[in-house]
């Protein structure tokens, strides 16, 4: 079965520290994988993508791993801001389908404190 | 930011009341989607769309219709809304274009918060 699974499920940071978000998936064939940023009562916006052949993709302050062979990614944000406050979803598209569908983990909800 | 709007952002009706919740896109954009969140929940797939009078329904099992006649436009319906259909509904686009974007990025908006009282 395709799944995502985050961890933590919520985490709390004061602002100017750094975390590390986890995300670890089965789905396969694995086409990508995304993680995406979405504040609270608004879409998700994407941060960064990776195919199979990438391994680390940087955004700003947000740095994203990825381990194929594991099949376990990681968000890193550093120099949190309270802007940050947001949960941060990883989604992994399989390319099995037409559809290229997306598989959605249930989000990291990070709060960060003055 | 992308360009992509949803209407109404929040709704309140009563049981049995037939809605119509508005999706539209001004990238082009020839795929468009339907999910479902429940608060603290993964996204859910209950419609998508490759194109003008192309929909399928997705992995959720969904009471609500939609319908693709313009390819900016993708409203869903519920006919008779119920308590059980209060959820945030998240509207999503997507292209393989040339012009800009990774593969199948979906864009997604604002979403509508649905209550069924």
């Known amino acids: 079965k395709n799944q995502v699974e985050q961890s933590p499920q919520s985490l709390i940071i004061l602002e100017g520290k750094n975390c590390t978000l986890q995300?670890?998936?089965?789905?396969?064939?694995?086409?990508?994988l995304r993680w995406y940023k979405q504040d609270t009562g608004r879409g998700p916006v994407s941060l960064t993508i990776?195919?199979?052949?990438?391994n680390t993709k940087s955004n700003g302050r947000y740095t994203a791993t990825l381990d194929a062979d594991t099949k376990q990614s990681s968000l890193h944000i550093t120099a949190s801001q309270l802007s940050d406050s947001a949960s941060y979803i990883c989604?992994?598209?399989?390319?099995?389908?037409?559809?290229?569908?997306?598989?959605f983990g249930r989000g990291t909800q990070l709060t960060v404190w003055p | 930011e992308a360009d992509i709007y949803q209407t109404p952002r929040y709704l309140v009706i009563g049981t049995g009341k037939k809605i119509t919740l508005e999706c539209s896109q001004t990238?082009?954009?020839?795929?468009m989607y339907w999910y479902q969140q429940d608060p603290g929940m993964e996204l859910h797939l209950i419609h998508y769309?490759?194109?003008?009078?192309?929909?399928e329904k997705g992995d959720l099992s969904s009471e609500s219709t939609v319908s693709r006649i313009r390819t900016e436009h993708f409203p869903l319906t519920l006919e008779s809304a119920r308590p059980s259909h209060t959820s945030q509904y998240l509207c999503?686009?997507?292209?393989?274009?040339?012009?800009?974007?990774?593969?199948?990025?979906?864009?997604f908006g604002p979403g509508t918060r649905l209550t069924v009282l």
């Open positions: 999503a686009s997507s292209s393989r274009g040339t012009s800009g974007g990774a593969p199948d990025t979906q864009y």
């Open positions: 995300c670890n998936y089965t789905v396969s064939p694995f086409s990508n």
């Open positions: 990776m195919t199979f052949s990438e």
């Open positions: 989604v992994v598209t399989d390319r099995g389908s037409t559809l290229g569908r997306l598989y």
């Open positions: 990238m082009g954009h020839d795929k």
């Open positions: 769309s490759y194109g003008v009078n192309s929909t």
